[in-house]
């Protein structure tokens, strides 16, 4: 028995990754290998091939797609938060500020349930139903301390103690929440019935943007 028929299977095909040329010699061979298909007859080595790189083309086409569409709705966003920093600025209190805020998170965000958080009351505007005001002297203020001393904006289904505060008698109907900061002024909580609208992971730099917008309008009113 000589070298060559000692060689197993995986020698054979660690060669073959070093010489993928091999075959390129002696394509009488590469015509006569057969390829197991999991599911309907051999197929030849060559048709094998072809369906690997169509099945590969139909995954790059897949992901273009989605690299459109997600480009698409990126720059919906960026117009929209574009019209929202506009609004803002062109307001000229801090009640007509915060009512615009509250307007466009519901309308052009599509908020199912909006909630603004001051940390101190605004003078001309008392707590409603999208507004309330929990100063760190109130016992609620502690269910926020740890989202306030990170400074990030927050996605998910929220932990109760949250949540309860947020939304009072709707906690029933709110699934999935975004909350961002609005630099030690606000917080501002934008809740979905739907549990997947809002999810741990998804991208925060337009709600960050956001809450730096709201911010940077309402400190020209408040101190």
Not at 76 to 99: C, E, F, K, P, Y
Not at 104 to 112: P, T
Not at 119 to 140: H, S
Not at 185 to 193: H, T, Y
Request: glycine share 8%.
């Amino acid at each position: 028995m000589t070298d060559t028929e000692k060689l197993g299977a995986h020698e054979i095909a660690a060669w073959l990754r070093r010489h993928p040329e091999f075959l390129r010699q002696f394509p009488d061979l590469a015509g006569s290998l057969v390829v197991p298909r999991e599911s309907g007859p051999a197929a030849s080595l060559a048709s094998y091939q072809l369906e690997v790189l169509r099945e590969k083309n139909r995954e790059l086409t897949r992901r273009l797609h989605e690299l459109s569409a997600n480009a698409q709705e990126n720059e919906r966003l960026s117009v929209r938060i574009h019209q929202l920093t506009l609004g803002l600025m062109r307001q000229t209190s801090a009640v007509d500020t915060l009512s615009a805020m509250a307007a466009s998170l519901a309308e052009d965000f599509n908020g199912d349930i909006v909630r603004i958080v001051l940390f101190k009351p605004v003078a001309g505007i008392e707590p409603n139903e999208w507004l309330d005001v929990i100063g760190p002297g109130d016992m609620r203020f502690k269910a926020f301390a740890d989202f306030l001393a990170g400074d990030e904006p927050l996605c998910g289904r929220l932990q109760p103690a949250k949540h309860d505060v947020l939304y009072g008698e709707r906690v029933d109907d709110v699934q999935s929440t975004a909350l961002f900061p609005a630099q030690g002024l606000a917080m501002v909580a934008v809740g979905s019935g739907d549990p997947n609208r809002f999810y741990p992971g998804m991208g925060t730099l337009f709600l960050r943007m956001m809450g730096e917008a709201f911010a940077a309008a309402l400190s020209r009113y408040v101190d």
